[in-house]
């Protein structure tokens, strides 16, 4: 998988406040990375610096080869797509209109092709006729999405792309955003919704000023919590806690008819093992996964102030 963008180092000083620390990320083509933080954790500074809107106070940004200087920073924006949090369109102007205005600016050779593709891209070339201010929240949107991308850049950032629509409507835009990965695109999404990075992340970090955490989201489930079983027995649990303590499990916790137990020391086989052995009658056996939820609160309040 080829890195297109890369940063290292990043720090971002305001006055004597540090927005963001030290802070390195890659990001690949064809992958979703997903940049969670609290509110003022310095997402929006980090996503303007590795768009060349502002400089760091140092640390570097290079999109494929070629490094973020203020010279190439013009030149280099090219290559990214930008979705900032408020993405203003222009309501007297048509859907049409709107993107071939951004078109023009890139200095597209075919800007009239290449806005019909990204209407078609996102399924709104039946409105490419309508004034903006005549659209739904969601429509307008996928016409800000649409016009991100309408000169095809490699790596698209997008700042919460789906707060504030309703579930159909982010729905939408996500089906929109796992379309712009299969297209090999580098994707950097900031979101407060955990339920969309579970979706859609391939990989994830959490910034806190300095990033606390980088990874999988499976990957930082393993290396936070311990692996759990649950199992369901057809009668109360309770009579077997004494046979798994001294079979070695050390943490386990009963539920009416459900055992959880940390599986970490000992194979599932040997827990069923001692359990049936003991006159269990084994209903289900399902592995327990913390939610990214439960993932990104430990790791918040792990990672330092902000
Ligand atoms: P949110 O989730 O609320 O959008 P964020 O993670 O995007 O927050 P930033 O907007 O990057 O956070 O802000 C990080 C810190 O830097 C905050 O303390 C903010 O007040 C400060 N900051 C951002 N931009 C400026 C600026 N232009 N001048 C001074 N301070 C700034």
Known sequence: M??????RQLTRRFGNRVAV????????AGEIFALLGPNGAG??????????LIAPTSGTVQIDDE????????????????????PGLWDNLTVR???????????????????????????????SEDRAARLSKGLKQRV??????????????????????DPASARDVRELIVAMRSEGRAILLCTHNLDEVDR????????????????TPESLRQQLFAPRLRIRLTDSAERFVEVLRAGGVRDLSVNGHWLSIDSSPIATAQIVRTLVEAGAGVEAVETEEPSLEDVYIKLVAEGGSA
Do not use: Q
């Not at 080829?2 to 940063?7: E, M, R, S, V, W």
């Not at 490094?67 to 408020?86: Q, S, V």
């Not at 209109?97 to 092709?113: F, I, K, Q, W």
């Open 2 to 7: 080829t890195t297109a963008l890369t940063a």
């Open 21 to 28: 620390d030290n802070v390195s990320i890659d990001l690949r």
């Open 43 to 52: 997402k929006t500074t980090t996503l303007r610096m590795l768009a060349g």
């Open 67 to 86: 490094a973020m200087t203020p010279d190439a920073a013009p030149r280099l924006r090219a290559r990214l797509g930008f979705l900032t949090e408020a």
């Open 97 to 127: 209109e709107n993107l071939t205005v951004y078109a023009r600016l890139y200095g597209l050779s075919d800007p009239g092709r290449a806005v019909d593709e990204a209407l078609a891209l996102f399924r709104i070339s039946d409105r």
């Open 144 to 165: 800000a999405l649409a016009r991100a991308i309408v000169h095809r850049p490699r790596v698209v950032m997008l700042d919460e792309p789906t707060s504030g629509l």
């Open 200 to 215: 859609v992340a391939d990989r994830v970090a959490v910034l806190k000023s300095r990033l606390v955490a980088n990874g």
